[in-house]
């Protein structure tokens, strides 16, 4: 069974600061990789995908990147905001979906 | 609208009781999956549709849970007789085709609270 952590459980920073977010896994067999942030009280919204084939997805100031054979993504966050304050979660599809426990980010004003 | 819904948001019951959940998908979307996120912890994987049938129940938790979908849109998601240990967040996500390379959009949850 696919077994997915998240180091660090929550991390806080102040504005403005570069942070990485750390995703491993431990069956590399995987179809894709996808970042979620989860805000209290909504549902999950995607932030990237990154497809099997793919090393790396990028939007706006968020950077995700996969390494099948160390079992490991990362997502970096550049020049963080307040509004980027939410828990992240990394998703591993295989033949069913197996999320992280996520990383509570609070970005500090 | 444009994004999957749920209902009831919030749900608090007795224990032994019987609760039904709904989710609404994306319209079109032919894939839908159900999880449940207990306090503190990761989203678990608890059953998945492509259109009305479901060929992945594996993560149901115990005989108490199922679910059904019809006319390939609204699922329900019932527990029956329900225990202190069921209270969590049950989400519900859609995705067009259920394909490997889809994303997957989420509900906001229904917060189940069995007293």
């Known amino acids: 069974k696919q077994e997915v952590t998240q180091i660090p459980a929550a991390l806080s920073v102040p504005e403005g600061e570069n942070l990485v977010l750390n995703c491993s896994f431990t069956?590399?067999?995987?179809?894709?990789l996808q970042w979620f942030r989860q805000d209290p009280g909504k549902g999950l919204t995607s932030l990237l995908l990154?497809?099997?084939?793919?090393r790396e997805q990028t939007s706006g100031r968020l950077n995700a990147s996969l390494d099948k054979s160390s079992g490991r993504s990362t997502l970096y966050i550049a020049a963080s905001q307040p509004g980027d304050s939410a828990t992240y979660l990394c998703?591993?599809?295989?033949?069913?979906?197996?999320f992280g426990t996520g990383t509570s980010l609070t970005v500090i004003p | 609208g444009a994004g999957v819904s749920q209902s009831p948001s919030n749900k608090v019951t007795e224990k032994g009781k019987d609760v039904e959940l709904r989710c609404d998908p994306i319209?079109?979307?032919?894939?839908l999956y159900w999880y449940r996120q207990r306090l503190g912890q990761g989203l678990e994987f608890l059953i998945y549709?492509?259109?009305?049938?479901?060929?992945?129940k594996s993560g149901l938790p115990s005989d108490r849970f199922s679910a059904e979908r019809t006319g390939g849109s609204v699922s329900t998601l019932t527990i029956q007789r329900t225990q202190q240990e069921d209270s969590a967040v049950y989400l519900c996500?859609?995705?067009?085709?259920?394909?490997?390379?889809?994303?997957?959009?989420f509900g906001p949850g229904t917060r189940l609270l069995v007293l």
């Open positions: 996500a859609s995705s067009s085709n259920g394909v490997v390379e889809e994303t997957q959009y």
């Open positions: 069956d590399s067999a995987i179809y894709n």
């Open positions: 990154i497809q099997s084939s793919q």
């Open positions: 998703d591993l599809r295989v033949n069913q979906f197996y």
């Open positions: 319209s079109g979307h032919t894939a």
């Open positions: 549709f492509q259109g009305n049938s479901a060929p992945d």
